[in-house]
């Protein structure tokens, strides 16, 4: 048995559990109204003899309806046994018992059959287990009354109320199962994912390592490997953070510019994700890369960058360096004071935006380096974005 | 003559770093394709430098990197990384492991970090210096309660990181901050050493907590 049917059945189960305690409490009551009256019976001692099968019959069908035993064949033999029971009231009854429209011998014991069939076959089941029950108890009375309609109005509620549920539980705990199941199979193809993709980098890193050392054409192969090496591990690094990102209107700051690595581009960030309204990571996003194309205006594609991001409680520091001659002292202000808003004013500007600011730092001639500072106070939203 | 083991599950990765290192006239006294392998093999032969990879059969490369460093053995270990999961670097760096390679690096970078890491100096790559930035960073932004006694930076130490990160050499470093590369290297060493004993004591803590201790 697979675990979707299992886990129906546990359904069940639980059920004519509950039901084998519903049968013991009504027999209990039978015996007890049946007890009281005995001697108004037509016949009484075939009333006993009636009760006695009626507590064996709840010991028999307690047992059949075991799971190992539980077919349908049970489900009608106990319909049929109860049918009989109930019918004999006719006969120990007196004709003015029947008309009072007193107990039946088997009182409300006849109500468990009906939500067995209830159970296994849905609504459907238990309204038609009430139609065959009640026609034989109403068609032994000479007279139909209001407490008649009653009892079937009960037990037409209860039939329909335990043949939903059932069928509501046993569809959630279906759905429970496969769901489990997904996400299993989920994690195991993460898993394998996770070899697959290991051997693939491992591969793509030896290419571009031999490529390198043999030169020529092989180097050409190598530099192509190293580039496809940098994509897929950006991607396997970003789908790792993707578990931390929920709402729309926040995005992983450290995954962004992880996505700008590049064999000349080299991104270091903390292994927290750094959660910020997602048009400030735009903004950010959009300054760096035009520190790294102010790089490869002044040094060419070959120009090394790095970027760091650094998150401190009350503000975002990323820095972007270069190797190259940097900036002389003092021409960022002659081009503006010459009207060339150049990158360096739309790198200063983005920041401003967003109330902070973009920092040019002395390299002692060490190349040039820009530190974009966001503070998270005066960003909307961003108390609770980390 | 550096003696040195190396630590991988791909074969033709494996032999090849192995052949590299021979050909530079270092020693490879074993290799291994698995945790377990490792472990065993580094007990007997007792290599200087133990270069590994994270994503090997069980027990993995940060296991494998706690459990050396329990046995208290001289063998550092270089982390050599093809995916670069950031979490597993870190974990394995505080685990002890005394630098970080990605696996796409030079032959050249690769022979020179293995000559550092023998001679006892830490290997950073600017991403490496990243995540120990990030974690300092995080240990002291914690609840006291959650992390007593965290190891905190100097402001020299942070600034030394926070250049190395930004892809500095340690030559680059001396010459902006006017220190002597030995003086850099001690710092950067420095934030290393303080990350790993942190993480041993919270080990060991964790362990009479919870009564394993014998």
């Not at chain 1, 292994?271 to 790089?295: D, G, H, I, K, W």
Request: hydrophobic content about 45%.
């Amino acid at each position: 048995m697979d675990r979707v049917t299992r886990a129906a059945q546990q359904v069940d189960d639980q059920f004519y559990r509950v039901l084998t305690v519903l049968r013991a409490v009504t027999l209990v009551y039978a015996v007890g109204v049946n007890a009281a009256r005995w001697r108004d019976f037509e016949h009484p001692v075939t009333a006993w003899v009636l009760i006695g099968v009626m507590v064996v019959w709840s010991g028999i069908v307690t047992w059949l309806y075991e799971p190992r035993h539980r077919a349908s064949w049970v489900f009608v033999v106990d319909m049929l046994v109860t049918l009989a029971l109930l019918r004999s009231t006719q006969y120990v009854h007196t004709p003015e018992m029947l008309a009072e429209h007193t107990f039946t011998l088997t009182t409300y014991w006849v109500t468990t059959v009906v939500l067995c069939w209830a159970v296994r076959w849905g609504v459907t089941g238990g309204l038609l287990a009430t139609a065959i029950v009640q026609s034989v108890d109403v068609t032994m009375r000479p007279t139909v009354n209001s407490s008649t309609v009653g009892n079937i109005f009960l037990m037409v509620l209860a039939a329909m109320l335990v043949g939903y549920c059932a069928h509501a539980l046993r569809v959630s705990a279906v759905r429970r199962v496969e769901a489990e199941r997904a996400a299993a199979m989920a994690t195991e193809r993460e898993r394998l994912a996770r070899a697959v993709h290991d051997g693939v980098l491992q591969v793509l890193a030896l290419v571009q390592r031999r490529g390198n050392e043999i030169g020529g054409e092989a180097a050409e192969l190598g530099r192509l490997a190293g580039e496809q090496e940098l994509a897929l591990r950006s991607l396997i690094q970003s789908r790792a953070r993707d578990e931390s990102t929920g709402d729309g209107a926040v995005a992983d700051l450290g995954r962004a510019l992880d996505a700008l690595a590049e064999p000349t581009v080299s991104v270091a960030t903390p292994s927290r994700p750094v959660m910020l309204p997602s048009e400030v990571v735009e903004e950010v996003l959009a300054a760096v890369l035009a520190c790294r194309a102010n790089t490869v205006l002044h040094g060419g594609p070959d120009a090394s960058t790095w970027i760091l991001l650094e998150a401190e409680r009350d503000r975002v520091v990323v820095s972007v360096r270069d190797d190259g001659p940097g900036i002389p002292e003092g021409r960022l202000e002659r081009a503006e004071a010459e009207g060339r808003l150049g990158v360096a004013n739309s790198i200063r500007g983005r920041l401003r935006d967003l109330g902070g600011e973009a920092v040019l730092v002395d390299t002692a001639g060490q190349g040039c380096e820009w530190e974009l500072v966001v503070p998270l106070k005066r960003v909307p939203g961003a108390a609770s974005a980390r | 003559m550096v003696r040195v083991m190396v630590v991988d599950d791909h074969p033709l990765w494996r032999e090849g770093v192995a052949r590299d290192l021979t050909e530079a006239g270092l020693e490879v006294v074993a290799t291994a394709a698995n945790g377990t392998e490792a472990i065993n093999r580094v007990l007997a032969t007792r290599p200087e430098v133990l270069l590994l990879d994270l994503n090997i059969p069980a027990p993995d490369g940060v296991e494998v990197t706690a459990q050396l460093t329990r046995r208290g053995l001289d063998t550092k270990v270089l982390v050599l990384s093809a995916s670069g999961e950031q979490q597993d670097v870190l974990d394995a760096v505080k685990a002890g492991a005394s630098g970080y390679l990605v696996k796409s690096a030079s032959r050249e970078a690769l022979l020179d970090a293995v000559q550092a890491v023998a001679r006892g100096e830490s290997v950073f790559t600017p991403g490496l210096a990243g995540l120990v930035l990030g974690e300092y960073r995080r240990l002291s932004e914690a609840p006291p309660a959650d992390e007593p006694d965290a190891p905190r930076l100097t402001e020299r130490e942070t600034e030394v990181l926070r250049l190395v990160a930004k892809g500095l050499t340690y030559k680059q470093i001396a010459e902006r901050l006017v220190l002597s590369h030995r003086t850099v290297q001690n710092h950067v060493q420095n934030t290393l050493r303080k990350l790993q004993l942190h993480n041993r004591v919270e080990l060991v803590r964790y362990a009479i907590e919870r009564g394993l201790d014998e």
